[in-house]
């Protein structure tokens, strides 16, 4: 049964940070690339960030370049998105997602639950 088990959201305080992560399993964690997407109220789902399965190679949306910082851990089956100096349009429902590359595209392979993340003062 595959499995993106997506952990970390809450309640942060803008300038806060947090770090989210994502447990996979059912599926060989290390050939795929692991993204992150969210979804805030009102506004379609976009992505975020992702890591490729091979040279690690990352992206990140430009509102969050500098902010956020994706790794992984294939030993773990884990991956991560650290998130820095939040602010409140970074609200959303972050969804983890695995996909063969980073493209970015809307239907990915794998759909994990989504983690919310909010940020108020």
């Known amino acids: 049964d595959v499995q993106l088990q997506a952990s970390g959201g809450g309640l942060v305080q803008p300038g806060g940070s947090l770090r989210l992560s994502c447990v996979a399993s059912?599926?060989?964690?290390?050939?795929?690339?692991i993204g992150w997407f969210r979804q805030a109220p009102g506004k379609e789902r976009e992505v975020v960030s992702c890591i490729s399965s091979r040279n690690y190679n990352t992206f990140h949306e430009p509102s969050v370049a500098g902010r956020f910082t994706i790794s992984r851990d294939n030993a773990k089956n884990t991956g991560y998105l650290q998130m820095n100096n939040l602010s409140p349009e970074d609200t959303a429902v972050y969804y983890c997602?695995?996909?063969?590359?980073?493209?970015?595209?809307?239907?990915?392979?794998?759909w994990g639950q989504g983690t919310l993340v909010t940020v108020s003062s």
């Open positions: 997602a695995a996909d063969l590359y980073c493209t970015g595209r809307s239907t990915p392979r794998y």
């Open positions: 059912g599926f060989r964690f290390e050939d795929y690339a």
